[in-house]
């Protein structure tokens, strides 16, 4: 199994639509959770950061982590065009020691 | 957020040939730079941890002197795919994190290079 799951896609949304994208995971210790987004040929940009459970919003996103059920969501509001990317999970324990989920892409038709 | 840059973004090269790829913390001291291997639709493989003033922690399947990795500064780390074979043909990334910052509170975010495409023909 996998120490972090995450759905591939791809997932295709009108514009205006609410995302959702989540990731689930094994381990129990991962303390740090993280959201990326990756445009094509480019390198992840960190989107939003949470530590332990709980919500944590800024602008049209929004990143929910509950630590029970090992789950993680990313909500997008009111999805533009330009929110077209594949959105990276990522989580970590301690350290330096990143666990990327493998990815799921998105396009978001106007 | 921190900036992480790296060069080239691109490049074609020949089969047998090296090419070095480097990465740079523009804004923050990183002690340590990951490098990772990106496959199409697939997630990031990390090949290996760059500790600057020692030698690198290569990851199990990755051969360290296939990917020699060289952390020179504490803002400079570089990967060079010697004797490149089209196999190695990927999209190359690298990412740093700025460690704990002025409050000495730890900071948990990686920053990310914009990738470099290699092509080996």
């Known amino acids: 199994q996998k120490e972090v799951e995450q759905d591939p896609g791809p997932l295709s949304v009108p514009e205006g639509a609410i995302v959702s994208l989540n990731c689930t995971y094994s381990?129990?210790?991962?303390?740090?959770f993280m959201w990326y987004r990756q445009y094509s040929r480019k390198g992840p940009e960190l989107l939003m950061y949470t530590y332990s459970s709980g919500n944590k919003e800024d602008g049209r996103f929004t990143a929910q982590v509950d630590k029970s059920s090992k789950y993680i969501s990313l909500f997008i509001r009111d999805s533009q065009p330009s929110d077209s990317a594949t959105y990276l999970c990522a989580m970590k324990i301690t350290g330096n020691q990143f666990y990327f989920g493998t990815g799921t892409s998105l396009t978001v038709i106007p | 957020g921190a900036v992480v840059s790296q060069h080239p973004s691109w490049v074609i090269c020949k089969s047998g040939t090296s090419v070095k790829i480097e990465c740079r913390s523009l804004?923050?001291?990183?002690?340590?730079m990951f490098w990772y291997r990106q496959f199409p639709k697939q997630s990031l493989m990390l090949m290996a941890t760059s500790n600057e003033g020692s030698k690198a922690t290569y990851e199990q399947g990755v051969e360290k002197d296939k990917f020699l990795i060289n952390h020179a500064s504490l803002t400079l780390s570089t990967l060079t795919v010697t004797s490149a074979h089209p196999e190695d043909s990927s999209f190359y990334i690298c990412?740093?994190?700025?460690?704990?910052?002025?409050?000495?509170?730890?900071?948990?975010?990686?920053?990310f290079g914009q990738g470099t495409r290699l092509t080996v023909v």
């Open positions: 804004d923050f001291q990183a002690t340590t």
């Open positions: 990412s740093a994190s700025p460690g704990r910052g002025p409050t000495r509170q730890l900071n948990t975010e990686a920053f």
């Open positions: 381990n129990s210790a991962f303390q740090y």
